[in-house]
């Protein structure tokens, strides 16, 4: 066995001591010999690495070395998106301060990383969480501050009572908490948010720009929402039915359906709710938005859901025909979307059309129907009718001549509206970065001045969130209590703090010049690097961090700042290692250590049912968590490193089995005993026989498909054809030294440490992380014989082997001598052959 006890720690040694992996900003590198490689950093959990961490690990440092080895300068950084709930609930319960368990948590993953061997230049690690970084997250906000980009409202938001915190929409996962689980309600509070809406037709267009999945982009273009209408104002009209001068907005896709709109619908949050609210039904409002601030956007916009909602006692007026309308408030509509408030159209719309037979209100055609509306609604188009001056029209004709119409009148105009929402930005927690923000009785919100940057977060004897819309930060009044920075006047800091996806929004650039305390990052490391050439994680990510990353890059591209539009030019989304469970005829799941296994079959131990095992998501639960520090401690890093790529393509789940990290484990001991064999000095580009011509022909086949499989990280065959390789070499006595030497080589990407021992025997005293990626000739491609089938009436009836450039006469000739010729042309004719050189030979017999 492979002594990876011993030489393991060798090489982390050494690598460490000898900074290997360090990286500067060496003018000598042309731009296209320069590449920015980077892994999403983790969250450094108390439960450290799982076997999922080092799969998209590995990968980009696999391809990180072998771009070294091509002549590349590579930038290849860690760090760790260190602020977070977590830590804080940890210290709730325990008082030990957020910043202790991170750092401690830290240090572990740290360990657990460089146990793996990855190449990552430590020299630039970040922690979201110090002041030397936050500095430049409070300057960044401050920029979006001053771009008008950042705005305080009153206004409601995804609530977790159990976090006792605002949520982000995209925090909201089929209305539970992501973070905790718990269902998410609403909440009417002061938060700090985002315009990210201002940046949407730009998030939009130039995602055709990255070479990034489609999915994600499809995700990203659906989560933005951009769609062409109208905005309509209706008149609300007063008690005797006249027009007053409060005008009620609403966007619609079909402003060609107006004729249609039989009652209008406000959002239970609506801000003219109030005023349009009658004496006689105020407490029917009121009850009616209570209940709809515990239920989740989820809930609300359920299509199979009872629709619900009440009668606010006012009317508006239809604008195209002047007929009184009914203003309902239901929750199924959003203040999120468009303006709040919709037009009905319950002939043409499912939703609509329910909430109108529940409450009795009027339903009429406006499309011409295959149905009766009356008894269904009909949601296809149609020519319109009962429309006045659009009577007739189809679809598009018709919404241009009622956009003429609208913006003749006055009362309308078109309009692009987006599903994304504004980003509620703030959290009444903690253990975040501070908002430097000043509140002054006399000159209102004013930014903490740059040079007095960082704000740092002040100790505290309780983490415990209030629950009231403020943080925990509020009750310490020598740090809230402040001078205004324009008057100098008593004032008082912000006491929200920014939310966990801050910190990673714009680590990518802090990795160019980490130690610099002037900006956060210096011009000529930001136009040496960027953009990030290779960005590798998960798919989860799709619309938090790629998208939040995605805004504050343009926003300092506005700014000036940095010299792209886009920071990720391309995307790889690493599969999920997932794990095996135990299921029961019911689908319910059997932990793992209750169940046990005889003659290939697996049964529960507690009532002997038979199980089916499937692939499920590793969880605590099922006790199917894979730890790789044991994984390392038994089989070696490199081991687990080859077996992580082994399991299938890069992009696509795969379960974990032990078995075959075991086999990963003896094609390595395999090659360690390959290397103990004599090694010649032989020259492998003069003539060879036999065996040694044979196998260089299996190494050039190998190190144009390595080469070509590492660079497009298709790292799974990559290995097959080194076992192939390995295979073959096992079987000589001795080995040409320059062939033994090209092959650690390629080995050293997937199995570093185990390349650099090999390496350090064949007699070199440096690291080979540097050394040229091995070539190879194509002459030694070139087979001596092929494979010819033997087509006769159409049909395959014999295979035979030849010279590549066989003749034609020759290849007939051996094709007539096959046994397929012989027994299927028995007692035919032979009237044609038709040979196709270096193909096949075509026969036509009667």
């Not at 999403?40 to 070294?68: K, N, Q």
């Not at 006689?280 to 239920?295: I, N, T």
């Not at 007026?317 to 319950?346: E, Q």
Request: hydrophobic share 35%.
């Amino acid at each position: 066995m492979y002594p990876f006890k011993n030489i393991e720690p060798k090489w982390q040694k050494y690598w460490d001591e000898n900074k290997t992996f360090k990286v500067n900003e060496d003018p000598s590198f042309p731009k296209e010999k320069r590449r920015y490689v980077l892994d999403m950093f983790p969250y450094p959990s108390g439960a450290g690495l799982h076997v999922g961490h080092p799969e998209g690990y590995t990968a980009t440092d696999i391809y990180c070395r072998y771009l070294r080895m091509n002549g590349y300068n590579v930038l290849h950084p860690m760090g760790y998106d260190a602020f977070g709930l977590p830590a804080e609930n940890y210290a709730i319960k325990t008082g030990t301060h957020p910043a202790t368990t991170t750092f401690q948590n830290i240090d572990h993953f740290t360990q657990q990383i460089k146990a793996l061997g990855f190449s990552y230049d430590w020299d630039r690690e970040v922690r979201t969480c110090t002041p030397d970084y936050y500095k430049w997250t409070q300057w960044i906000f401050l920029q979006l501050y001053k771009k008008g980009l950042a705005y305080e409202a009153e206004t409601p938001i995804n609530w977790c009572p159990s976090c006792l915190t605002g949520l982000a929409n995209e925090e909201v996962k089929e209305g539970h908490c992501d973070r905790c689980g718990a269902q998410v309600t609403h909440k009417v509070i002061r938060q700090w948010i985002l315009k990210i809406t201002d940046y949407a037709e730009k998030l939009l267009e130039d995602l055709d720009s990255l070479n990034w999945p489609e999915s994600v982009k499809a995700m990203q273009r659906n989560w933005i929402g951009r769609s062409e209408g109208a905005e309509v104002n209706f008149t609300v009209a007063d008690k005797d039915g006249k027009p007053t001068d409060q005008l009620l907005t609403v966007y619609t896709t079909r402003c060609d359906t107006l004729f249609g709109a039989t009652y209008m619908v406000v959002s239970p949050e609506h801000p003219l709710i109030e005023k349009l609210t009658t004496a006689e039904q105020k407490d029917a409002v009121a009850a009616y938005r209570e209940q709809a601030a515990k239920k989740s956007d989820l809930e609300r916009t359920d299509l199979a859901k009872d629709k619900t909602g009440v009668f606010s006692g006012s009317y508006a007026i239809n604008p195209v025909n002047g007929k009184l309308i009914p203003i309902w408030v239901a929750d199924y509509v959003l203040i999120s979307y468009g303006t709040g408030a919709i037009m009905a159209v319950p002939a043409h719309d499912t939703r609509d059309w329910e909430f109108a037979k529940k409450f009795n209100l009027p339903i009429i055609e406006v499309l011409k129907s295959e149905v009766d509306v009356q008894t269904q609604a009909w949601t296809e188009d149609g020519i319109h009718v009962n429309s006045e001056f659009i009577d007739g029209l189809n679809k598009k004709d018709a919404i241009a001549k009622m956009l003429e119409f609208l913006a003749e009148k006055g009362i309308g105009k078109k309009a692009v509206n987006y599903k994304l929402r504004d980003w509620v930005f703030s959290r009444q927690r903690y253990w975040g970065e501070p908002i430097p923000l000043v509140h002054c009785p006399d000159c209102g919100t004013v930014p903490v001045p740059e040079d007095q940057l960082p704000l740092e977060l002040p100790n505290v004897k309780t983490y415990q969130p209030t629950g009231t819309g403020e943080s925990p930060l509020a009750g310490i009044e020598d740090w809230v209590n402040c001078k205004c920075p324009q008057c100098g006047k008593a004032a008082r800091r912000e006491t929200n703090t920014m939310p966990q996806w801050a910190g990673s929004c714009w680590y990518y650039l802090r990795y160019l010049d980490p130690h610099n305390s002037e900006k956060f990052a210096a011009d000529e490391k930001v136009n040496y690097w960027m953009p990030v050439d290779l960005y590798v994680g998960g798919a989860e990510h799709a619309v938090l961090h790629l998208l939040y990353s995605r805004f504050w890059h343009k926003v300092l591209f506005d700014c000036g700042v940095v010299n792209t539009k886009e920071p990720f030019q391309r995307l790889i989304n690493q599969g999920m290692i997932t794990s095996f469970a135990f299921q029961r005829k019911s689908k319910s799941l059997v932990a793992v250590d209750a169940v046990e296994e005889k003659d290939g079959k697996y049964f529960a131990k507690d009532d002997g049912e038979e199980l089916e095992r499937v692939v499920a998501k590793m969880s605590k639960s099922l006790k199917n968590v894979v730890n790789p520090d044991e994984m390392i401690q038994t089989y070696g890093a490199d081991s687990v490193r080859m077996y992580e790529m082994f399991m299938g393509p890069l992009t696509v789940s795969k379960p974990w089995n032990t078995q075959g990290l075991i086999g990963i484990n003896r094609f390595l001991d395999k090659i360690w005993n390959v290397s103990e064999k004599p090694m010649a000095d032989i020259d492998i580009t003069g003539k060879l026989d036999g065996a040694l011509a044979a196998l260089r022909k299996t190494y050039a086949k190998t190190v144009k498909k390595v080469t070509a499989d590492t660079n497009n990280l298709d790292f799974n065959v990559a290995i097959s054809q080194m076992m192939i390789f390995i295979n073959e070499a096992a079987k000589l006595d001795t080995l040409p030294k320059a062939m033994w030497e090209g092959f650690v080589l390629m080995l050293s990407p997937y199995a570093p440490h185990l390349g650099e021992e090999l390496w350090e025997k064949l007699g070199h005293t440096k690291t080979n992380a540097y050394e040229p990626w091995p070539t190879f000739d194509e002459k030694y491609l070139v087979e001596d014989t092929k494979e010819y089938p033997v087509m006769i009436n159409g049909k395959l009836r014999a295979k035979f082997q030849a010279a590549p450039d066989a003749d034609n006469a020759t290849l007939e000739a051996m094709a007539k001598e096959t046994e397929g010729f012989k027994k299927f042309t028995e007692g035919l004719t032979v009237a044609k052959i038709i040979v196709v050189p270096g193909k096949l030979v075509n026969i036509v017999a009667k």
